[in-house]
């Protein structure tokens, strides 16, 4: 399974002439950590950086900026993590252990962007896989012990 399949495609986007200050609001209204910031191109939207929670508070609170008079543009991560839809799992999460990302950006074959994935949607994954493969352990025991005392 690629992480494709499980990346969540309702994505809070920006483009980085937004200021902060509605970017920030954007963030609060989809309970989102990041937005991608994109850019369009054939009608497709491809991601050229994100802001996150932490590029607000070192890149405006810290400074005591007015988040009004800054754009995203200006304090956005450009350097941020990509995966391919079809790329794996565990791919994916050795990618964000590496760079220390808590999401990255899902691109199709071609580089659009079709969803993000963050830590939290990969543990879920992980934590449903588990549940699947340990009811499959106590089926297969249930079934050779009812196969034993017979």
Do not use: W
Request: aromatic share 4%; glycine share 8%.
């Amino acid at each position: 399974m690629g992480v494709g399949a499980i990346c969540n495609r309702q994505i809070p986007i920006s483009a980085k002439t937004t200021s902060v200050a509605v970017a920030a609001k954007l963030m609060h209204v989809f309970g989102a950590h990041a937005l991608l910031v994109t850019d369009e191109k054939d009608g497709r939207l491809f991601a050229v950086g994100i802001l996150t929670d932490e590029d607000i508070v070192s890149g405006i609170v810290a400074k005591e900026a007015d988040p009004s008079a800054l754009t995203v543009a200006d304090i956005m991560s450009a350097d941020y993590g990509t995966v391919r839809e079809s790329g794996s799992v565990f791919d994916t999460i050795r990618l964000m252990y590496e760079k220390r990302l808590k999401q990255v950006a899902v691109l199709d074959e071609l580089g659009g962007l079709i969803g993000i994935v963050t830590t939290d949607c990969l543990f879920e994954n992980m934590a449903e896989e588990l549940i699947d493969f340990s009811a499959l352990v106590l089926d297969k025991r249930s079934t050779q012990r009812k196969q034993t005392s017979h």
